[in-house]
């Protein structure tokens, strides 16, 4: 039994294709979760274009994709990922965030790729596309032996985060949230309890973060602070603000390795693998 996490986006807002964001990446989110022998994809920001040419490239006939939300950094790359142009490619979208209408999701991806701002169409996507809407806080399995829990977080315009477990294993991904200094979110530390390893939004710091309040983010500082009270094994910063260019996460990476050596710092085409 085991999990392969890879990172193919880890930047928040925007992508940072600069010289200021080699080491850790300036590709907005997409993280892919293999497991069960099936994809598991988590949000679809710029990362998602390398990640769709790699599964064309292994062969791959099938993924679900797990949106947090439909803020554009995790939604832009999806125009871009190239096995949904593939006839015979299966991919299911999920979005848990606004309120579990049908056909809201298929919506919002189809709005963004609607003239004047996008010249291909939803409809040019050959493959077989299933897009489905869920309420936060349900739970589905994706592959044979592979459960999804899944909750709400605080965000403008709500978003969704998720645990996959499989084989005694679990990841969470819990990015785009907010924290409230002082009040530890029950909501996340039920969803990321005993967790294996955490994927947390940690787009700010503690310094940083009262002139940040209600833009919907929190604080690697509080990431540790949630992971130690959940007994949770190892956490990922993730969503990395873009005014943070590699010196500064370097900064960060060696404080939060001093903080709690269980910190690993996510950096775009990081892999991690987890066996039972």
Not at 46 to 55: F, H, S, V
Not at 144 to 155: A, I, M, N, W
Not at 167 to 195: F, M, N, R, W
Request: charged residues 20%; glycine residues 10%.
């Amino acid at each position: 039994m085991a999990f392969e996490v890879k990172f193919w986006g880890v930047r928040g807002s925007i992508a940072c294709p600069s010289p200021e964001h080699v080491v850790y990446g300036g590709n907005t989110s997409c993280v892919e979760v293999s497991v069960a022998d099936s994809v598991i994809i988590l949000d679809a920001g710029t990362g998602i274009r390398a990640l769709g040419k790699d599964l064309i490239r292994r062969g791959v006939t099938s993924a679900t994709l797990l949106l947090t939300h439909t803020h554009w950094d995790h939604i832009n790359g999806f125009p871009f990922f190239a096995p949904a142009f593939v006839p015979g490619f299966s991919l299911r979208v999920m979005g848990g965030h606004l309120g579990g209408k049908a056909g809201r999701t298929r919506a919002v991806l189809a709005s963004q790729m609607k003239n004047p701002t996008f010249p291909v169409p939803l409809t040019a996507m050959r493959a077989t596309l299933t897009i489905e809407d869920f309420a936060a806080g349900a739970s589905f399995s994706p592959a044979p032996g592979v459960e999804v829990r899944t909750g709400r977080l605080r965000h403008p315009d709500s978003a969704t985060g998720y645990r996959i477990e499989h084989g005694g294993l679990s990841v969470c991904y819990v990015t785009d949230t907010e924290h409230v200094p002082g009040e530890p979110d029950q909501d996340v530390l039920t969803l990321i309890k005993d967790a294996d390893l955490v994927i947390y939004d940690s787009t700010y710091t503690d310094a940083e973060f009262p002139a940040k309040v209600g833009w919907g983010h929190s604080t690697w500082q509080e990431g540790i602070r949630l992971c130690r009270a959940a007994g949770v094994k190892r956490l990922a910063l993730f969503h990395h603000d873009p005014d943070h260019t590699d010196p500064v996460m370097a900064d960060i990476e060696r404080e939060a390795q001093a903080l709690w050596p269980g910190t690993l710092v996510a950096r775009d085409g990081m892999a991690v693998t987890m066996a039972a």
